[in-house]
């Protein structure tokens, strides 16, 4: 079974108390699955030089899934370009720093996204792409969706995915091949994001 890392957005601390990290990292438990929440480090310039090594330490290899939010997705994208990792959850991914001094400084927008050595490091990507996402411009989520090849899903909450527990509108389901998706079906059903993680082969 796959141990789920959870990397949260930036400014996010501490991080059980914080968006839906803490519940996800509950349900996860619950059902028997080992997931990894921890307060990181640089929290609010989420550097980088800092994040991907710790995000190692937490376990990211290519027996783990991550689910990266935010500035939690990036770092996500640019352990791929270097590291093997089972599966990757992407929440308001972007793929620039917006024009933001505050996000440039994290380091992971001063050059190409290697996105070709990305697919071959991971055996599947689903992405939330919120194209009404209060922060982040559609087009940034889109261009990540279509250089990544990701599973899509958009549920137009217009809320950057900042909430403290996971809406009924969030669904977790199994993917091809086994993976992990998210949909944006209106199941009524949002303990099902735990159950995710142990309805498939190799997790």
């Not at 839906?20 to 480090?41: A, C, I, N």
């Not at 640089?42 to 030089?49: I, L, Q, S, V």
């Not at 889109?142 to 900042?162: C, D, G, I, K």
């Amino acid at each position: 079974m796959a141990t789920v890392i959870i990397v949260p957005g930036n400014g996010c601390i501490p991080v059980q108390k914080c968006n839906w990290y803490g519940w996800l990292h509950k349900e996860l438990q619950k059902k028997g699955v080992t997931s990894v929440l921890r307060d990181m480090p640089d929290p609010n310039e989420a550097k980088e030089k800092i994040w991907l090594p710790f995000m190692r330490k937490m376990g990211a290899d290519e027996k783990a899934c991550i689910v990266g939010h935010s500035s939690g997705a990036e770092a996500a994208m640019r352990l791929l370009e270097t590291d093997k990792i089972a599966g990757v959850c992407l929440v308001a991914a972007c793929h620039t720093d917006l024009g933001e001094a505050s996000e440039a400084v994290s380091g992971y927008y001063n050059r190409p996204w290697q996105w070709e050595k990305m697919k071959a490091n991971v055996g599947w990507v689903s992405q939330f792409l919120d194209e009404k996402d209060c922060f982040i411009p559609a087009e940034e989520g889109l261009h990540v969706h279509e250089n990544l090849n990701t599973v899509r899903f958009a549920p137009y909450l217009a809320q950057h995915a900042s909430f403290r527990t996971v809406p009924r509108s969030w669904r977790f389901f199994p993917g091809k091949d086994s993976s992990c998706c998210i949909t944006a079906e209106h199941c009524g059903h949002a303990k099902e994001l735990g159950d995710c993680f142990i309805m498939r082969r190799g997790l």
